[in-house]
Every structure is written in C-alpha cells, then in structure tokens.
C-alpha cells in the first residue's frame, strides 16, 4: 500500500526527469538503487517496473554474483506513490509478472485487484526468487511498500537512523500486499506492529530478527559492501540453491498460501472502502496519513 513522501513542488518533466533506478555493476556486486529521493523514493509504476529490468539483468549477468538493493537520498522508500506529479497509477504497463489483463481501461475492484496482482504481488513474488543473494541496504523511511521491497531481500542492512513501518490498518486494510509480517517477525510482534501503526526503530527490528544488522548512517555503505563482498566468494550454484532452500522451507511454512489469502483480505478492503468512504484507500490521502501519525 502507499504510504507518505515529501510535498511535491515544481517536479521534473519529460526529458529532464531522472531515471527512477540507477545500475552499476563494482566487481560481482550489482548495486539497484532507487531514486526518487525527491519523494522519499516513492515508488510508482515506471520505478517498479525499471526496478524488474534492474533485477533481470543482475541475473543474466554471469559476472554479478551478489545484488545490494539501496534507495538514493535520506530514505530508502517511503512506500506506493499516491500523490507525486509522476503517480501513473491509472496508466498501462507491458505486463511481466502475471497474466492478469490491462487495468487501465477497467473499473472498480476488477481494475485494483489485476494492478495490484502485477505490481504488489505479483513483482514482489518474483524478485524474491531471483536466483542470487539480494542485501537491501537501509537508511530512513521503509514504510509500507518500503517494506514490501525489504522483505524480498535475503537480508536487511539498516543504518540506525532507519525506521520501519506499516500503517494502512488506518486506511481498514490489513497491512500491504505482500503480507510477510509474521514470518519476517514473530506474530504477537507482527500484531503490534499493524494494530498501532507505530514506527519501529532498527535496534528494535534486530532484536525481534527482521533485520541482519544495525550500523551508524556512515557505515552502511562500506558494511553492505563488505556483506556483499563476503558472500561473492561463494559459488553462483551454491548461493542460489542455498536461496532456493530456505525460500521453499518458508513456504512450507505458509507463506505463499497464507500472502494469497490475506490479499483476498485486502482487497475486500479495498471494495468496502470504495462502496463507505471517499475511495479505495478509506480517505487517507498523504495529509491525512500525516495527521494521524503525528497526533498517535
């Protein structure tokens, strides 16, 4: 689901707008990093799907052994963009990861649940398995979709200014699409997490074993890298059967099972929201997410 970013002011057009992910490749290391700093990195369609071409290229690069996942700016990503100038939301995509048909030209619930089945979901499924270790390096705001993008890496490097944070229960749904809380972090602690919106810090995430490893702002870079340079020494085959391994054990834990029947959840949510409120999002625009978060 989305979640907050900086006020628009007069934001870049055309030919003059930046690339919303930037690739590099240092050695075996492929470094993605988001960047629409200028909105905290909120991620719109055009970011989400530049983020897929980012991904498959680090894994038909037979030199990249290891991908670092990072965001440009002082956050790593706010969540979903629902209000920059660039949000394209209502716009269509060449759609790569599901076969769920063209939103753009639908209504209702028929037009949230196929986007969202492609962009939530759908990506999310899909970078999980990219046959490589993926480290996400942390700094600031992981809200929401923020989450979403950190939980599909391997492992989480936060700096300790970093917070995370999933607050659309205030919008009546149920945490966002890719719903991996109570895998990522014991139930009880998952409940808290969603039932009051709060942010947790990144000590608090490590202890509760969401995230690898807590370091000073000024550190992440060089600990991510040295993370990542670490695992490059091990064989490509070995890593990515490694990677298969636990995913499969997390799924015969229920988390496969279990996204696809709390994304039914959300997206009644969704419908129940745009028959009782304002829209789909229950009212809860930038401003009113604000305001809630300031006055808990």
């Not at 991904?55 to 965001?71: Q, T």
């Not at 076969?99 to 753009?104: F, I, P, R």
């Not at 950190?150 to 699409?177: H, K, N, Q, T, Y």
């Not at 009782?276 to 808990?296: F, H, P, Q, V």
Request: proline fraction near 6%.
């Amino acid at each position: 689901m989305p979640a907050a970013h900086d006020s628009p002011e007069a934001a870049p057009t055309g030919a003059e707008a930046p690339e919303p992910v930037l690739y590099e490749r240092r050695g075996p290391v492929a470094y993605v990093t988001l960047n629409r700093p200028r909105y905290r990195n909120a991620q719109n369609s055009a970011m989400t799907y530049a983020l897929d071409a980012a991904f498959y290229r680090a894994s038909d690069d037979p030199e990249v052994k290891v991908v670092v996942l990072a965001g440009a700016g002082d956050h790593f990503s706010a969540g979903h963009d629902i209000g920059t100038p660039e949000r394209d939301a209502h716009l269509p995509f060449e759609r790569r990861a599901g076969l769920w048909w063209d939103h753009s030209d639908k209504q209702g619930a028929e037009s949230r649940f196929a986007r969202e089945s492609e962009v939530y979901l759908g990506m999310c499924r899909r970078w999980r398995e990219l046959p490589k270790p993926v480290i996400a390096s942390v700094q600031g705001a992981c809200v929401a979709g923020g989450l979403m993008l950190a939980w599909v890496c391997d492992l989480i490097v936060a700096s300790d200014d970093a917070f995370f944070m999933d607050p659309v229960v205030r919008m009546g749904i149920p945490g966002v699409e890719y719903f991996a809380h109570p895998w990522v972090m014991p139930p009880r602690i998952a409940k808290e997490f969603l039932y009051t919106g709060d942010r947790m810090s990144a000590d608090r995430a490590h202890q509760v074993g969401m995230v690898n490893r807590v370091v000073p702002r000024d550190e992440l870079t060089k600990t991510t890298d040295e993370l990542a340079l670490r695992i490059a020494e091990m064989p490509r085959l070995g890593l990515a059967l490694t990677k298969r391994a636990v995913n499969q054990a997390e799924d015969l834990q229920g988390l496969h099972t279990g996204m696809d029947s709390v994304f039914g959840l959300h997206h009644l949510a969704h419908a129940h929201n745009a028959e009782t409120a304002t829209d789909s999002l229950g009212g809860m625009n930038i401003r009113a997410m604000k305001e809630k978060e300031a006055s808990a």
